[in-house]
């Protein structure tokens, strides 16, 4: 089963946050998850939540913020999928493949688990050409969330590298000082 959205109660469950997040992840790469948590608790779990979780919400909350949220989020994200599709993001690049139709990427024979927030940003890098501003990438993959906090970006651009390069080879996303970051080829 497809699931599009997941509300996570950080409150209500016996398992750690980011243990959730970290299963769903792997198992449902592509559905938006927002945390539910107290005022208290959203700063002990600040990290988790900026790294597995779209988005969260603090108890109490009115019901329409939380779907004025979830309504921006998915315009959001249907924005990255139209852009992506009119963009014609090349299914390879180097021994990387990109599935658009199931989200996914794989380096050679092997799939790697990616959040949405690092597919997007790849992407995004595979789907334009020469380098992209870090103001670009939080407009195109946050869509205004953390807008003037570019250093998200800088955080997921050392996630994705995490996942995708390997150790023995030269990165596939270079960073352009000062500016933003392309695919490693398009500068040489």
């Not at 997941?6 to 449902?28: H, T």
């Not at 979830?70 to 690049?93: E, L, N, V, W």
């Not at 800088?154 to 996303?173: E, F």
Request: glycine share 6%.
């Amino acid at each position: 089963t497809k699931y599009d959205l997941i509300l996570f109660n950080y409150d209500l469950s016996d398992m750690s946050g980011e243990v959730f997040a970290q299963e769903i992840g792997q198992i449902r790469p592509a559905s938006v998850l927002i945390v539910l948590d107290s005022r208290e608790k959203i700063a002990e779990h600040e990290k988790s939540i900026e790294r597995f979780a779209v988005s969260y919400m603090v108890k109490p909350f009115v019901i329409s913020d939380l779907v004025d949220k979830i309504t921006a989020i998915f315009r959001g994200r249907d924005y990255i999928d139209q852009h992506c599709s009119q963009m014609k993001i090349p299914t390879s690049y180097r021994n990387l493949r990109i599935d658009v139709e199931h989200h996914t990427v794989y380096r050679g024979k092997d799939m790697i688990s990616l959040t949405r927030r690092e597919y997007d940003l790849l992407a995004t890098l595979m789907g334009s050409h020469g380098v992209v501003t870090r103001e670009q990438l939080l407009e195109s993959v946050w869509k205004y969330e953390n807008k003037g906090e570019t250093n998200i970006v800088d955080v997921y651009i050392r996630y994705l590298r995490g996942k995708i390069d390997l150790p023995a080879q030269k990165s596939y996303i270079k960073t352009v000082r000062g500016i933003g970051y392309a695919m490693q080829d398009e500068l040489e």
